[in-house]
């Protein structure tokens, strides 16, 4: 049997804000949207975070950012309900700004949908949730 392989070890929260600060550029985001094939754009985060005194590689990055957008998402769609109490995740303001309703442009995201008829599941499909 091959040998387990080593867990990563656990983010700090400085770690994460510094991620999010890098994956929230809006060079890195338009790199995201342009491509499914975006491991050269998480090996660029990774530079940026080694940069800023973190060794994590792109797949670790890739993996943090995909947990965090989930973590985001959960939190969205519980606080969409009406009768939902209000939900949060951790860093969700710093989140928000990247993947809430408004996009780095000042148009909301939703109004893109008025085309194909849209509604909630198209506007979670424009946030990524």
């Known amino acids: 049997m091959p040998p ?3 867990r990563s070890p ?3 929260n400085g770690e994460v804000l510094d991620l999010i600060s890098v994956w929230g550029k ?3 985001q338009s790199q995201l949207r342009s491509s499914h094939r975006n491991y050269d ?11 800023r005194g973190h060794d994590r590689d792109a797949l670790q990055c890739r993996v943090k950012v995909k947990e965090l957008r989930n973590a985001y998402c959960k939190a969205h769609e519980a ?5 939902a109490a209000p939900t949060t995740c951790c860093f969700y303001k710093e989140l928000n700004a990247i993947l809430g309703a408004e996009d780095h442009h000042g148009h909301f995201r939703a109004q893109s949908n008025k085309e194909g008829g849209g509604g909630r599941a198209a506007a979670k499909q424009e946030r990524g949730c």
């Open 41 to 51: 754009t998480f090996g660029q985060i990774s530079r940026a975070m080694v940069e």
């Open 26 to 28: 809006e060079a890195v």
């Open 4 to 6: 387990r392989a080593r």
């Open 10 to 12: 656990v983010w700090s």
């Open 79 to 83: 606080n969409s309900r009406s009768s």
